[in-house]
T-cell receptor, first 110, second 114 residues
Framework: LAKTTQPISMDSYEGQEVNITCSHN???????ITWYQQFPSQGPRFIIQ???TKVTNEVASLFIPADRKSSTLSLPRVSLSDTAVYYC???????????FGKGTRLSVIA | DGGITQSPKYLFRKEGQNVTLSCEQN?????MYWYRQDPGQGLRLIYY???????QKGDIAEGYSVSREKKESFPLTVTSAQKNPTAFYLC?????????????FGDGTRLSIL
């Protein structure tokens, strides 16, 4: 499984755009990149998934460069309710389940 | 609504007791998972099942057992052999196993030792 590396924590003010970068240098050809969000005392929630280039949904954007060795989750105009832990995972459709690291703890400040 | 239901939300165990955590899904997903989360840490995989009547150990299976007799149910038993069971337990499911299918999570069960 491709290992991922993310910053342990980040701080941001309300209304700013937040970019969280995840490094996955040994990503395999068939691997997808998936991001989850977790609030305290809740299960993680799927945010976005991509394979290459850019993916956008109503919550976030995911930027993946051509070499796919990293990816960036972009949260536009964050609010206090975006304070959470964000996990980056890499895996394919094979039988091996994903591995959750410690994630990035985002704190949004008023 | 479709989803995953974990029960109970809080559970207390006496030393030497086995306890079973319930996980039910009505998403018609083939794969189900159990994770453990300790304070300030990420999720660690205990067991997973990709199909009924089959399951595999994850990274920290010692002291735990599971069964998958029905597609919608994947109960986890924390046995007395698990010496440090106090943690937040999360159940998840996905359409199929592997890393390309997003996982759907329950709201967790918090287990504490009396």
């Amino acid at each position: 499984l491709a290992k991922t590396t993310q910053p342990i924590s980040m701080d941001s003010y309300e209304g700013q755009e937040v970019n969280i970068t995840c490094s996955h240098n040994n990503i395999a050809t068939n691997d997808y990149i998936t991001w989850y969000q977790q609030f305290p005392s809740q299960g993680p929630r799927f945010i976005i998934q991509g394979y290459k280039t850019k993916v956008t949904n109503e919550v976030a954007s995911l930027f993946i460069p051509a070499d796919r060795k990293s990816s960036t989750l972009s949260l536009p105009r964050v609010s206090l309710s975006d304070t959470a832990v964000y996990y980056c995972l890499v895996g394919d459709s094979g039988n091996t389940p994903l591995v959750f690291g410690k994630g990035t703890r985002l704190s949004v400040i008023a | 609504d479709g989803g995953i239901t974990q029960s109970p939300k809080y559970l207390f165990r006496k030393e030497g007791q086995n306890v079973t955590l319930s996980c039910e899904q009505n998403l018609n997903h083939d794969a189900m998972y159990w994770y453990r989360q300790d304070p300030g840490q990420g999720l660690r995989l205990i067991y997973y099942s990709q199909i009924v009547n089959d399951f595999q150990k994850g990274d920290i299976a010692e002291g735990y057992s599971v069964s998958r007799e029905k597609k919608e149910s994947f109960p986890l038993t924390v046995t007395s052999a698990q010496k440090n069971p106090t943690a937040f337990y999360l159940c998840a499911s996905s359409i199929s196993g592997g890393g390309s299918q997003p996982q759907h999570f329950g709201d967790g069960t918090r287990l504490s030792i009396l």
